[in-house]
């Protein structure tokens, strides 16, 4: 392995290559860096993955276009509405196919409820990556509140695989909206004490100010999508640029910040909540009546022709790609997942910084692993 | 001069940071009523001592799979495979034979459902596309098993027949 290495990089007789991962706790997965090191500081830094690939984009292509949604969860699973909406927005606009107006808010709903949950556990696991393990207790307190609402409606807790081409798989539960509300008054309450334990920390902002800096340039070039380039000042929200859903409906605002650097990353993701119970509130009294799925044929087959979606995940923009030559099978389906993309800035941030920084940079990037390898 | 002020109310700040942090984990730690911790094995029947809550799943819970029976051993399936053609990871394996049935004509009845749990992934589609709603999820959940081949289960009870009227 240290040819490999070296035949890329050149390592002089003062630096060593580590190992970081893929068995290390803050690779969040199995992910592994080959980091080069002159002492403590990271000179040069790999990112090695598919360690988790299991060939989800060629296993589509044997599958009918409701079977691929199971699939789709599974890749970011944190994000696994927003995953199953990709897809479904893609056919249905292959399709042509206008959805009720009901399908539409509460895929919103769910999606913002995703996000939170998201966040909440990229909290916990930010805590503790700097050394904080209570975070973890109180992130995942207020997260089980959101599970139970998409256990009693969605039937599922992480993997929902709510959606299907044309709507939802089945309607939403009495209870539903009575539980959002509840949970937004709540998390209202919990969010500060999220910024008692930690934002305001000393250690914390001690250890992430100022590192891990991306430029604006870079996280454009770099095609950095999500809370990580909002962070640079790149607006890039997908919910705001080219709204799906029932996003033009709400009024919510884009969190921009143009320091970019680990502090500001946290800081982002930590408004998105805000601004999610925000479009909650908005959203939840207002759920029109109507059908919960459009009329569909059981067999769904595309016109021959591409297909592109988009939509924003919790951590950047999630695209799907179809290519149908008229079958009811994909011929290909492509996924443009946000963590590659995101994944490939990592030598650049992390050169010259600290070992114990890296740990904190990578944590405040929020990879999911198999959202990479697929 | 100035720097040592700088470092002392840095000092105070730091100290005060991590003061406001205990504050919210010292509440936490004298009102045992925000305890939100269960106790698992205890509370499934709900007469442990510590458990405050009975666990229970939600009805639409995915556990696994299963076929409802009613009380003549009667269940709803044709055998007509739709369920099998619609699980995305061949889980659902169906055996049927042709039997004559009353009226003289020949007709297709399942043998064998077979349900691989260890397979199968909740995505909820044969539940879902079965035409004469034959299939349903329960809320178990604990599928822990020590040998491999317990996961394949026929969901037909042994000696059940097809409901009337179901067709
Ligand atoms: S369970 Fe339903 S779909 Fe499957 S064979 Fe029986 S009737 Fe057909
Ligand atoms: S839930 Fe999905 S994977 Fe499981 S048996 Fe039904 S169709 Fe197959």
């Known amino acids: 392995m240290t040819e490999e290495i070296s035949s890329v990089v050149e390592v002089d007789d003062q630096e060593y290559i580590i190992n970081f991962g893929p068995q290390h706790p803050s690779t969040h997965g199995v992910l592994r860096f080959v980091v080069n090191l002159r002492g403590e500081v990271v000179k040069n830094l790999q990112p090695h993955i598919g360690y988790i690939h299991r060939g989800i984009e060629k296993m589509c292509e044997k599958l009918t276009y409701q079977q691929i949604i199971h699939l789709t969860d599974r890749m970011d699973y944190l994000s696994a509405h927003m995953n199953n909406e990709a897809v479904c ?130 996280a454009i070039s770099y095609g950095v999508t999500g809370p990580t380039a909002r962070a640079s000042g790149f607006s890039c929200d997908v ?136 | 001069m100035k720097s040592i002020i700088e470092y002392i109310s840095g000092i105070y700040r730091g100290l005060r940071s991590l003061l406001i942090g205990m504050s919210v984990t010292g509440k936490y730690f004298f009102s045992p009523r925000a305890i939100v911790t269960q106790q698992y094995p205890e509370n499934r029947h709900g007469h442990g001592k510590r458990s405050k809550k009975q666990l229970v799943m939600f009805d639409r819970f995915k556990g696994e799979v299963v076929m409802p029976h009613d009380a003549n051993n009667q269940h709803k399936c044709t055998g007509c495979g739709i369920c099998e053609i619609n699980c995305p990871n061949g889980t659902i394996e169906i055996i049927s034979v042709s039997k004559v049935g009353e009226d003289g004509k020949k007709k297709r009845a399942i043998e064998k459902h077979i349900y691989r749990l260890g397979m199968c992934s909740f995505c909820a589609l044969c539940v879902k596309t079965c035409p004469s709603k034959a299939l349903e999820f329960s809320q178990e959940f604990e599928h822990a098993v020590f040998d491999r081949t317990k996961l394949v289960k026929v969901l037909n009870k042994p000696g059940s027949s097809l409901m009337k009227g179901v067709e």
């Open chain 1, 89 to 218: 927005l893609c056919v249905e606009k292959a399709l042509d196919i206008e959805v009720p107006e009901r399908v539409k808010y509460v895929r919103t709903i769910l999606d913002e409820l995703n996000r939170i949950a998201s966040h909440q556990l990229w909290w916990c696991s930010f805590g503790m990556d700097m050394g904080g393990q209570t975070c973890y207790f109180y992130g995942l307190r207020d997260r089980e509140k959101i599970l139970d609402i998409f256990e009693e409606t969605c039937g599922g807790r992480l993997l929902l695989s709510y959606n299907t081409p044309g709507g939802l798989m089945w309607d939403i539960h009495p209870n539903f909206q009575q539980r959002i509300k509840d949970f937004i008054k709540y998390f209202r309450k919990k969010l500060p004490e999220y910024d008692k334990i930690l934002t305001g920390n000393v250690i914390l902002q001690e250890r992430t100010k100022g590192i891990g800096h991306l430029s604006l340039e870079d």
């Open chain 1, 239 to 374: 919910r705001k640029n080219y709204p799906y859903s029932a996003y033009d409906k709400v009024d919510f605002k884009e969190i921009l910040y143009t320091e970019g650097d680990t502090f500001h990353r946290y800081l982002a993701r930590m408004e998105e909540m805000r601004e999610s119970m925000k479009i909650l509130e908005q959203l939840v009294d207002n759920i029109p009546a109507g059908d919960f799925t459009a009329k569909m044929k059981p067999v769904v087959k595309l016109p021959e022709g591409e297909y592109f979606q988009r939509v924003e995940t919790s951590r950047g923009e999630l695209g799907v790609y179809i290519i149908s030559k008229g079958d009811k099978f994909p011929y290909r389906i492509k996924f443009r997942s946000p963590n590659f993309c995101n994944l490939a800035t990592m030598n650049l941030m992390a050169s010259g910084f600290k070992i114990a920084d890296l740990i904190a940079i990578s944590g405040s990037m929020d990879l999911v692993i198999p959202d990479i390898d697929r």
